[in-house]
């Protein structure tokens, strides 16, 4: 494992100088869900790919900006989900954007993923693994390196709310949720970059993000392999949950293609009870 988080290291690096150099215009491809490429994420793409041909232990990749799975080295244990530069139609208004990886041992579903990472992309490069056994750790670029910040606990309730989705087609009961958390005093913030918006709730201490199905995405916008179970991981072991609209756990969803994605609801315990609560699960 610990090549394999020295790689996602080494790509951070690359991918940071990559967004600060780099053609910000499209490429010609489309990616698999049907949206235009940026010349970025396909350079991103082929960073991470490059880097992790020679980790031993990395069976497949699996990409957000690919088709298939890409075989690697048949006697390696892990195969890693991962979206090389998430929320990237950010970049050229100089928001923050990041990378997220998951990393599975045997087959891709919620219960068998190991690990997970993520890359904040912002002011400074930030770094947030996590795994089963202990909380998320953060670590930050400090010179040419990355250096171990802290431990990331969740309180019991937060103050920030991040609403997904185009709201126009939520459904009425959602639409009261949240409607119901501001008027309690939570405060908005949702920048559309998944990474930067979960990492600040939580940093924060708490709070909810949700992306919920929509009249015009019944089962929402988020890809499961790459994005809502690697953060499942690393708001369950911060102390917090991270659920579906049924109330499944997220680390339990199993995908049946690579690019199926889920609705999504991360939060603190009061804020996903209340979730519960209003959509009906208890
Ligand atoms: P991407 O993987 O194509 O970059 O899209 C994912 C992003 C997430 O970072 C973010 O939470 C979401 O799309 C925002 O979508 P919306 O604009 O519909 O709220
Ligand atoms: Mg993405």
């Not at 489309?30 to 041909?53: P, T, W, Y």
Request: proline share 4%; aromatic share 10%.
């Amino acid at each position: 494992m610990n090549d394999i988080i020295e790689t996602i290291k080494q790509v951070a690096f690359e991918i940071d100088n990559a967004i600060k150099t780099a053609d910000l215009g499209y490429s010609d491809s489309e990616n698999s869900s049907g949206e235009d490429q940026l010349k970025l994420d396909v350079q991103s793409d082929l960073i991470i790919e490059k880097a992790f041909a020679t980790v031993s232990s990395v069976k497949d990749l699996v990409s957000e900006e690919k088709e298939g799975v890409l075989s690697l080295n048949p006697n390696g244990k892990y195969t890693i989900c991962y979206d090389p530069l998430d929320g990237s139609s950010l970049v050229d208004v100089n928001l923050s954007v990041g990378s997220i990886f998951g990393i599975y041992e045997g087959e891709l579903k919620g219960e068998n993923l190991v690990a997970s990472a993520y890359v904040v992309y912002g002011p400074r490069i930030e770094l947030v693994i996590a795994d089963k056994n202990s909380a998320p750790k953060l670590y930050r670029v400090v010179g040419d390196a990355f250096k171990y910040i802290s431990e990331i606990k969740m309180d019991e309730k937060g103050k920030l709310n991040a609403s997904g989705g185009t709201q126009q087609n939520w459904c009425d009961y959602h639409k009261t949720f949240i409607d119901d958390l501001f008027q309690e005093g939570y405060r908005l913030r949702y920048s559309g970059g998944m990474v930067p918006d979960l990492h600040q709730i939580m940093l924060k201490g708490g709070g909810l993000f949700s992306y919920p199905g929509t009249s015009d995405k019944p089962n929402g916008k988020l890809r499961q392999l790459f994005e809502v179970i690697p953060f499942a991981l690393m708001y369950e072991q911060a102390g917090g949950e991270a659920i579906n609209h049924k109330g499944l756990r997220l680390l339990e969803l199993v995908p049946s293609h690579p690019h199926d994605t889920s609705p999504c609801f991360f939060g603190s315990h009061y804020e996903i009870n209340a979730l519960r609560k209003a959509y009906g699960m208890s």
